[in-house]
């Protein structure tokens, strides 16, 4: 299953400090078929064992995607990495989120600008939409497109 789903808490402690849920997934996309990646991946020519870069990046399983929302609203915007490999990073411009679930654990909340997403993260976000209607505001996913090894990754390469 490459899709969200989700287990709503009947007692969550956000409840009544938003009006509405969105629900966004991030993901990688590649032009090539599975199978096509694999020979290239398990390869002669790719020494390093260097995974397949994506393509592209979709928000909801499509590119350009519109996401009404209202002014002035408080959302709980559930968004989930659904990718196979890439990290992304995530924010809303013009606006600050406050990160008030990981992986399915309430936590306190946290104001931030962006969020980064690591391929199966998820995180509820409460978001105030400006109350300001003379432009739209883009949701933005941008694939992580370096990937550092840690020193002990790089030790055992």
Known sequence: MRQAFLVNDPEG??????????VLTVSDWYHEQMPTL???????????????????????????????VEPGITYLLRIINVSAFAG??????????????VDGVWTDPVETDTIYLTAALRYGLLVTMKNDTSANFPMISSMDTVIELSPLAMAVR
């Open 13 to 22: 402690p956000y409840l009544g400090k938003y009006e509405k849920e969105i």
């Open 38 to 68: 694999i020979k290239k991946f398990i390869n002669v020519a790719n020494p390093t064992g260097a995974e397949p870069v994506p393509n592209a990046v979709l928000l909801n399983d499509t590119q350009n995607l519109t996401v009404a």
């Open 88 to 101: 992304h990073y995530f924010w809303i411009e013009g606006h600050t989120m406050s990160i008030v679930e």
